[in-house]
């Protein structure tokens, strides 16, 4: 990240390290524990950029439950850069919504997310809710 390449211009790079603190680690497979690590470590307020979808580190959890909440987790933390505005001169990440895309029912009431995108990364959300009401 560090040496322009296709993937990353170096003066984008220098406009990130501007406004965040950044710790590059080699690229080794190891890296990622460390940054989940540090991540979790620095609170809930902390976010990580990566393109990185952490799949062989949720395969390793326990159960279900703790791969839901670890999945929970990283869309509310993980950034990742979607483009570059004002001609590179800022940087664009993919939001994060505030509110949880989870099934959520209040009463007679369902909001179910989804959408027909059968590629959807792990940090990318469903876009549309189904909204059902039952009728008494």
């Not at 003066?11 to 406004?19: A, F, S």
């Not at 670890?70 to 990742?80: A, D, E, I, N, T």
Request: hydrophobic share 35%; proline share 4%.
């Amino acid at each position: 990240m560090l040496r322009p390449s296709r993937s990353w211009d170096r003066q984008n790079m220098n406009l990130i390290q501007q406004k965040a603190h950044c710790f590059f680690t080699d690229n080794i497979s190891e890296d990622d524990p460390f940054l989940l690590y540090a991540t979790l470590h620095s609170g809930n307020h902390c976010r990580f950029v990566s393109r990185d979808l952490m799949r062989d580190h949720k395969a390793c959890l326990p159960d279900g439950a703790t791969r839901r909440l670890f999945f929970k987790w990283q869309r509310g933390h993980q950034l990742v850069v979607a483009g570059y505005v004002a001609a590179g001169r800022r940087v664009r990440f993919q939001s994060i919504p505030c509110f949880d895309t989870i099934v959520q029912s209040t009463g007679d009431t369902w909001h179910i997310p989804y959408d027909d995108t059968e590629d959807r990364s792990t940090y990318e959300v469903p876009q549309q809710w189904l909204c059902l009401t039952k009728k008494h």
